[in-house]
Each structure stands twice: as structure tokens, then as C-alpha cells.
């Protein structure tokens, strides 16, 4: 049964940098795409970033194209997100989602495995 556990997560000033782990365990890691996602206190789950199970293809949010950046260490069984130039608004429980062989979607029902998340906020 394949386990995703996030980490990373914490209390930054706007502007600084941070970096998500999302540690994959249970499966074939090399075979799965792996995405963020993040939901604020009262909004929807939403799209942040996603890597092709092969790694060829990674997709963003508008919202944090340019700033943020995913990669897999497949030695590490480990997917990042990293973090700069953060604003009040990345303020959000961050989730990492997996699904067996995936392309990159952005929806999360097309994921069928969830970490329980790490919270993220931005203030000063």
C-alpha cells in the first residue's frame, strides 16, 4: 500500500523561501506522478504543481508559475516543492497526492492517494 508523508511545512515572512518533501513509500516509487495541492480555511482543494510519473512532464498553477518549483529524487523516493518569493495568499495546508502511471493532471480525483498535509504560512 503505497504511503505519502509530507513535510517541510512552517511559519516564513513574505518573500522567503521554503521547501515541501513529500516522502513515497509502499510502491514503486519511479512509477507514479506525484502532485501538490493546497486548500486555505474555507476555500477548495486546489492545483499547485504536478510531475509525470516519468518526470518529462511538470505543469503549474497561474498562481505560482515562476516561483515555485517541483522535482522527484527517485533514489530518495522523494518529491519537492520549492518554495520562493512566498505571499500571504500560499497561506494553505499542502497536500502531495499520487497516482500510479499519471501524466500530470491538475484535478484532484485523479488522484487516489493523499499525504495528510503540512501547513504553510505567510505573514509577517
Known amino acids: 500500500q503505497v504511503r505519502l508523508v509530507e513535510s517541510g511545512g512552517g511559519l516564513v515572512q513574505p518573500g522567503d523561501s521554503l521547501r515541501l518533501s513529500c516522502a513515497v513509500s509502499g510502491g514503486i516509487f519511479s512509477t507514479y506522478a506525484v502532485a501538490w495541492f493546497r486548500q486555505a480555511p474555507g476555500k477548495e482543494r486546489e492545483f499547485v504543481a504536478v510531475?509525470?510519473?516519468?518526470?518529462?512532464?511538470?505543469n503549474y498553477a497561474d498562481s505560482v508559475k515562476g516561483r515555485f518549483t517541483i522535482s522527484r529524487d527517485n533514489a530518495k523516493n522523494t518529491v519537492y516543492l520549492q518554495m520562493s518569493s512566498l505571499k500571504p495568499e500560499d497561506t494553505a495546508v499542502y497536500y502531495c497526492?499520487?497516482?500510479?502511471?499519471?501524466?500530470?493532471?491538475?484535478?484532484?480525483?485523479?488522484?487516489?492517494?493523499w499525504g495528510q498535509g503540512t501547513q504553510v504560512t505567510v505573514s509577517s
Open positions: 497526492a499520487a497516482v500510479n502511471y499519471g501524466g500530470g493532471a491538475s484535478r484532484p480525483t485523479s488522484y487516489d492517494v
Open positions: 510531475l509525470s510519473w516519468n518526470g518529462y512532464r511538470s
